[in-house]
């Protein structure tokens, strides 16, 4: 098979959406805020390769003339990203003013450190927050997300990232298959659309160690359980229900997914689903736009969007977030605060949403009848969006290894491809991760 759509394709794809929308203005001129107060000054913007990103950067010369602030920014592939930042961070000089972080790998870690700012305070400043920034506007679900346990609100949200159900509507239509509502169904549907004499295939999912953890989350979700931690913060990833998730796991990729499968992460996923080859595949929203485009997409207009299926104890779907931060080193804090306020606003907010990039963290975009009527993506991509954001939970643990939870957790499951037993790898892996996540607690 060809993996010819690579993270740089995906983003020029979201990157070609974002003419399509009409975008509505923000009415800063109205206010009496002093936009221009530090003009002159340079700030230093670190972000992540993604459709947002790019919007950003692509639309920067607004925030320069409205402040006559000047900026310095890169975007780099998330986990080289990941690791600059730490870096950077834990050497008390970091290069950047304004940090984008990944909420679901990296909360717990920068929370903990204190390595960013507790946005509260500056608020509470009306000198540098506009009336327009609105904080009233932004989701519950966002907010809480981007709040530290101990009440530090040390980042803005900017990003809800679900997990959706999307489906090849032709294939569904040839075999009279309903969107599943359930697990079970989902399961029972892709057997009925495997086809590999004409290498199409039920599914498509996630099977690379490390990225698939978060396909096994969505199905645990769906349990009595839920939660990879107990109350006491104990990790439980051999319970019975974390054994049903399992199992579930492997028989999709084992029994209704693409031959190789164990090697896929999510563009290899795309790949397989954009070429017409695959009936289901589970992943984030933020996959949407490349999928639409009809240059590369053999699957454009015949997409289907849907929540995450039923599970046998819940309903949920998993989250993830992305939030901006502005670094608690920095001698630039009020210039970085406004470029915040810019890069969250409601036009940039419509943007992500429009463009296919993502689900925003701000409500007002969802409800702008007039720039998703505009949109290229259908009704049911959009309310699907809305439905999602009602049952979703976070689909990691806020724990600050959770690379090396999803390396021992990922590993175990990648080998239940292969064949191997779930229950014996699901317990090697956690006996593996558990004296880890206790030194990691004890340590803060």
């Known amino acids: 098979m060809s993996h010819g759509i690579t993270r740089r394709g995906a983003l020029a794809a979201g990157a070609g959406l974002l003419a399509a929308p009409p975008i509505v203005r923000q009415a ?4 009496q805020f002093d936009w221009k107060r530090f003009a002159g000054e340079r700030i230093e913007v670190s972000l992540t390769a993604n459709p947002r990103s790019q919007i950003l950067i692509q639309n920067q010369r607004e925030f320069e003339d409205l402040t006559g602030i000047r900026v310095g920014s890169e975007q780099i592939p998330e986990q080289q990203h990941r690791q600059k930042f730490v870096i950077e961070f834990a050497s008390g000089r970091p290069s950047f003013d304004v940090i984008n972080i990944s909420l679901h790998v990296n909360k717990r870690q920068v929370g903990r450190a204190r390595w960013c700012t507790d946005i509260r305070a500056l608020m509470q400043d009306a000198s540098i927050t506009s009336p327009d920034l609105d904080f009233a506007d932004f989701g519950a679900g966002a907010v809480a997300y981007s709040t530290q346990a101990d009440g530090r609100m040390d980042t803005m949200p900017e990003f809800t ?3 959706i159900l999307y ?3 032709e294939l569904l239509e040839a075999k009279n ?3 599943p509502q359930t697990f079970d169904e989902m399961y029972e549907s892709a057997r009925r659309l495997n086809d590999p004499s004409r290498q199409i295939y039920g599914n498509v999912g996630r099977g690379l160690r490390n990225a698939n953890v978060v396909l ?3 199905f645990l979700l769906g349990t009595q359980q839920r939660d990879c931690l107990d109350a006491n913060r104990r ?3 051999d319970s019975a229900d974390a054994i049903w998730a399992g199992e579930f796991y492997k028989k999709l990729l084992r029994d209704c997914s693409p031959p190789g499968v164990a090697g896929f992460n999510w563009n290899e996923a795309q790949t397989s689903f954009m070429q017409g080859r695959a009936g289901f595949w589970l992943d984030g929203v933020g996959f ?12 454009a207009g015949k997409v289907g969007y849907a929540v995450v299926p039923r599970g046998p104890g819940h309903h949920h779907c998993a989250m993830f977030g992305t939030a901006l931060g502005i670094a608690e080193a920095s001698r630039k804090k009020g210039a970085a605060w406004l470029y915040v306020q810019w890069a969250l606003n409601k036009t940039n907010q419509l943007r992500f949403l429009t463009s296919g990039a993502g689900s925003p963290a701000r409500t007002s975009a969802y409800r702008n009848e007039e720039a998703i009527a505009g949109s290229r993506f259908s009704r049911e991509y959009f309310s699907t969006l809305v439905e999602s954001g009602r049952i979703s939970r976070p689909g990691l643990p806020e ?4 690379t090396e939870f999803r390396d021992t957790i990922g590993a175990a499951l990648t080998s239940t491809i292969g064949g191997a037993d779930v229950a014996t790898e699901l317990r090697r892996a956690t006996e593996a991760f558990r004296p880890v996540l206790e030194q990691s607690e004890r340590a803060g």
Do not use: G, M
């Open 288 to 299: 949407a736009a490349p999928l639409e485009d009809r240059t590369r997409s053999r699957v």
């Open 216 to 218: 096994w989350s969505s």
């Open 235 to 237: 990790l439980v990833t």
């Open 167 to 169: 489906y090849n509507k």
């Open 161 to 163: 990232d679900y997990f």
């Open 399 to 402: 724990i600050v290894p959770v």
């Open 177 to 179: 298959i309903r969107v």
């Open 28 to 31: 800063n001129a109205q206010s």
